[in-house]
């Protein structure tokens, strides 16, 4: 089976192209739009978009591959980033991943079983003055400890 878009999604991406100059200014938010539909970027879905903007697949592969924020497999429904940059590592982050993968059984790169978690550890997020931080799916969890982490699970689990 191929990818399409919904026709809402489709409907969207029709309108959005015609608010640029040239379809390939679309190429961003059409990535954001599948993404949130299929839950990753797989290869199909970038040949999917390359040829709804007209452009070659090369090239939307490589926004993908840069953007960090675009994922190309499959994550938890909850996709915890930790950051691992200088900031964040003197303020202590290897003890909240240590932390995660022994209470929680999380392992980087990997979803759980039950498909809720995905583990990643990341560059700069740009929280530089208040680390360690997370970013689970889109939100910012800012000077964290193993009690904060604690809480933020429990409160996940229970979603």
């Known amino acids: 089976m191929s990818f399409q878009f919904t026709p809402d999604n489709k409907s969207r991406l029709d309108d959005l192209v015609k608010k640029y100059p040239n379809k390939q200014a679309a190429l961003l938010p059409a990535l954001w739009m599948a993404q949130r539909q299929n839950g990753y970027l797989s290869l199909e879905v970038q040949e999917h978009i ?8 090369v090239h939307v592969h490589g926004v993908v591959t840069f953007y960090t924020m675009f994922k190309q497999k499959p994550v938890g429904r909850f996709h915890l980033q930790l950051c ?23 392992k980087e790169g990997e979803i759980t079983p039950d498909g809720r978690f995905s583990l990643e550890l990341v560059e700069c997020l740009a929280s530089c003055g208040t680390g360690p931080m997370m970013q689970v799916n889109e939100a910012y969890f800012e000077g964290l400890t193993i009690e904060k982490v604690d809480l933020l699970m429990q409160k996940l689990m229970k979603e």
């Open 50 to 57: 390359a040829n709804e903007l007209g452009i070659s697949p």
């Open 84 to 106: 691992r940059t200088l900031s964040c590592a003197l303020c202590g982050c290897e003890h909240i991943v240590a932390h995660l993968k022994e209470k929680y059984k999380l």
